[in-house]
């Protein structure tokens, strides 16, 4: 009897152990920031057209899209490393100089993420402008078990990067380099 309690006690535990360890990915969060010396006017006048992200964004090769910057549109953005991403536009404000996107259907061997949703926002600073890009996502493989090209660092790196190298290509567009 005592054996079998002991077996039964491993059996619980073992299981415990698998079902902490199995609930899947977690949603992570990325962003990033950079101050930009030029008005808000000039660099919302870049950055507002959501198809037009290719003009600036240094890792993207071209985009084309349609329906404007109204919610609803959407966008291909064809990356330098190859593959492309479609987005939808979710919300757009003129007043705020913010727009708000996700990605529509994943393409993991171009961008290492099941999901994401970003924003882009920008903000006076003085003479300049403040902005900032936030993204929340899934990392490429959502099992329990993720191979090191699909797991949650490869994903916020991937992420990280995309945001910080193209808040730097808005930089240098806006302020004329």
């Known amino acids: 009897m005592r054996h079998l309690r002991l077996a039964l006690t491993g059996i619980a535990f073992c299981a415990a152990v698998l079902a902490a360890h199995a609930h899947g990915p977690t949603p992570q969060k990325v962003e990033e920031s950079i101050e930009i010396s030029a008005p808000p006017d000039k660099v919302w006048e870049i950055a507002k057209e959501f198809a037009k992200i290719g003009d600036w964004h240094p890792l993207v090769e071209k985009s084309e899209g349609t329906g404007g910057n109204v919610a609803g549109a959407t966008r291909t953005v064809t990356l330098k ?8 536009l979710d919300d757009f404000n003129e007043a705020e100089k913010s727009y708000a996107y996700r990605l529509a259907k994943e393409n993991i061997e171009a961008f290492p993420v099941s999901f994401y949703s970003a924003e882009l926002s920008l903000k006076p600073n003085g003479d ?3 902005a900032k890009w936030i993204g929340r996502f ?4 959502t099992g329990n078990f993720p191979s090191e090209t ?8 991937a992420m990280s990067n995309f945001l910080s190298e193209g808040l730097k ?9």
Do not use: F, N, P, V
């Open 150 to 157: 699909q797991d949650d660092a490869t994903a916020i790196a």
């Open 138 to 141: 899934y990392r490429a493989d």
């Open 81 to 88: 490393s190859g593959g492309a991403l479609e987005d939808g």
């Open 169 to 177: 290509g808005l930089k240098a567009k806006a302020e004329g380099k």
């Open 128 to 130: 300049g402008t403040s």
